[in-house]
């Protein structure tokens, strides 16, 4: 079990109980085992909170637009399953805020708030 700030996360070992957590908007998410690894590289792909920040401030929100539409594009091309597709969307909502030698472990962006 891990806790964050007195609050357990949701553990997950595989995309099934990954996608189950998501689903439930939990606070904290600690994906354990080989699977991180897979979740960590999906997350390096995502724009990071500051830098989209700075994007849609920059050009007065028209290249959010744009990012949008190519992930959009994106999404409808890849190769994955629909649930690989879900979850690499709601993914967006999460941040990492820990790597270990064993797992990842993920919060909501809006906890930052």
Known sequence: MYKVNGIEAYEAH??????AGL?????YIFIK??????VRKIMDTHL???ESIGVALGSAGVLS??????DAVRN????ADKM?????RKLNSFEVKK???????????QLDY
């Open 33 to 38: 085992g080989d699977y991180y690894k897979e």
């Open 65 to 70: 637009i744009l990012i949008y539409a190519i």
């Open 48 to 50: 990071p909170e500051n």
């Open 84 to 88: 690989d597709k879900k979850i690499d």
């Open 99 to 109: 790597i270990t030698d064993d797992g990842l472990l993920l919060s909501l962006k």
């Open 23 to 27: 689903e439930a908007k939990s606070e």
């Open 76 to 79: 409808s091309f890849s190769n």
């Open 14 to 19: 595989n995309r099934t109980e990954l996608l």
